[in-house]
């Protein structure tokens, strides 16, 4: 196959999986008002999710075309070596990729300065499909960074885009409490019932599946937890804001006070690379 074969496939599974969130989301709707739970605080919340992909979308088109563009010339001037693209080298390349982002999604978590992106994933205290699509700004740029070493390793940046859409696409569907547990399922691969752990800000949840496609990294890396009772949803911290502006930059106005606050390149080092919650 192809690279650029290889990447319109994964666009499409990816609208497979976009239509499968909708029809998750058509279910959720109905259920909700079946058990007269569909408030106006619920439709502000899944409006404030979408309207992330605003600012998202907007640096994905500019920013992010941008270093892409880069890295296509960088692939074919700088990398010469490059690997075959036959079927066992693109499974290769997907398993390298969810593993590459089971590692990026934890640091992201560890890292104050990438969590201030990543938070606005888990700032809703609502659990539905819609958060599905909930990003921070700057997410695409440490994933971007992430994947590099793919490139370096000679997979084309197709092969490495394509796994990388794969890898968030399946995603998609785990953002819902309508599906409980699947069996042996649970053993291989990331599901709902693991993901909701992993939205969850109780102190057993916290820090726990980060896996992508495959839960196999957690129990591989010891952080998988199973899900025992339904999680709290959301940040430890006090979040509860509608306002789209505010779900946006919501861990930015703390960074800062926090920086302004340092008083010495230790302690700003500690505010910015250490963990969330990092004091000197």
């Not at 319109?8 to 279910?27: P, S």
């Not at 080298?89 to 560890?110: G, K």
């Amino acid at each position: 196959m192809i690279p650029e074969s290889f990447i319109t496939l994964a666009m499409q599974v990816d609208e497979v999986f976009l239509l499968i969130g909708g029809a998750i989301l058509v279910i959720e709707i109905a259920e909700a008002w079946f058990k007269g739970n569909l408030k106006g605080k619920t439709w502000l919340e899944m409006l404030a999710s979408a309207s992330t992909q605003v600012p998202y979308l907007l640096l994905e088109t500019t920013m992010m075309t941008a270093l892409y563009f880069g890295l296509y010339i960088f692939s074919a001037e700088i990398v010469t070596w490059h690997l075959p693209t036959s079927w066992p080298w693109l499974i290769a390349a997907i398993l390298l990729a969810d593993l590459t982002y089971y590692w990026e999604h934890r640091i992201a978590h560890r890292v104050r300065l990438l969590w201030t992106q990543h938070a606005v994933h888990h700032s809703s205290r609502d659990y539905n499909i819609v958060t599905a699509v909930r990003f921070g700004p700057l997410e695409s740029l440490w994933s971007f960074i992430a994947h590099l070493p793919m490139v370096l390793a000679g997979f084309s940046p197709d092969v490495v885009l394509g796994s990388v859409i794969l890898v968030q696409a399946y995603q998609t569907w785990l953002h819902t409490e309508l599906i409980g547990k699947l069996g042996p399922l649970e053993w291989v691969l990331n599901t709902p019932s693991h993901h909701r752990v992993h939205h969850g800000c109780d102190a057993k949840y916290l820090d726990k599946n980060y896996g992508g496609i495959l839960i196999l990294w957690d129990r591989l890396f010891g952080s998988f937890q199973v899900e025992e009772e339904r999680p709290r949803y959301g940040l430890t911290t006090d979040f509860d804001s509608q306002n789209p502006v505010k779900v946006w930059f919501s861990e930015m106005p703390a960074l800062w006070r926090d920086i302004k606050r340092a008083k010495s390149a230790r302690e700003l080092r500690g505010r910015l690379f250490g963990p969330p919650g990092w004091k000197p």
